[in-house]
């Protein structure tokens, strides 16, 4: 994936976060004000582990963040658990019973891209998908899903879907993700 080197870059550089991707949870943070102290999260795709770094920040000595992706993550703490696995090998129920239900999940997940935009979307919806059924498994009643996406021909379905399973679903852009970049985020909050 190339590297942007703009403003959100040198920014988390200096607060010490290995990605600009960080702006795009904290923007919504501030907006759904869904991450709490005391939180169980589960981290789909988190390397280099910006979100990780923040979602553990947040929720303090007393929560957990368990963060899961093919690749190395950057950062660590006593509050958070990686596991370096496939999320389609990993057996939730068993390897990770203590920590369930999760309050918060979180997915930043992305295919590794082609270059052939219709693809890569249907990569990225697939990948969203998965997320969305964790979601609907692990969280709380009352837990809160944020989840990126590509846009494309099948986001409104992945948008229904999403409407079908929680009270209330948001569509969001942070100013962080580029204009060009053809992501978008689900918020979604308190499953039906």
């Not at 280099?48 to 690749?71: N, Q, R």
């Not at 658990?81 to 019973?97: A, G, P, S, T």
């Not at 999403?162 to 009270?167: G, H, I, N, R, T």
Request: with cysteine; glycine share 6%; aromatic share 12%.
């Amino acid at each position: 994936m190339k590297e942007i080197k703009d403003h959100y870059f040198f920014k988390a550089k200096k607060e010490g976060y290995p990605a600009r991707s960080v702006y795009k949870l904290i923007e919504a943070q501030n907006r759904f004000k869904f991450l709490k102290k005391g939180q169980h999260i589960l981290d789909l795709g988190a390397a280099p582990g910006s979100w990780t770094k923040f979602a553990a920040k947040v929720v303090g000595e007393k929560g957990k963040v368990i963060a899961i992706d093919l690749h190395k993550l950057k950062v660590g703490g006593e509050n958070i658990l990686f596991l370096k696995k496939d999320i389609y090998e990993i057996d939730f129920e068993n390897d990770l019973r203590e920590y369930l239900p999760f309050d918060v999940i979180l997915s930043d997940m992305a295919p590794k891209t082609t270059g052939r935009k219709d693809r890569d979307h249907y990569l990225s919806i697939e990948l969203a998908n998965m997320a969305l059924e964790l979601a609907t498994k692990f969280l709380t009643k009352d837990g809160a899903f944020y989840c990126k996406a590509f846009d494309g021909e099948d986001f409104p379905e992945l948008r229904k879907k999403a409407q079908s399973l929680f009270k209330t679903v948001k569509i969001f852009k942070p100013k962080s993700s580029r204009a060009e970049s053809v992501e978008k985020f689900l918020f979604c909050k308190t499953k039906k």
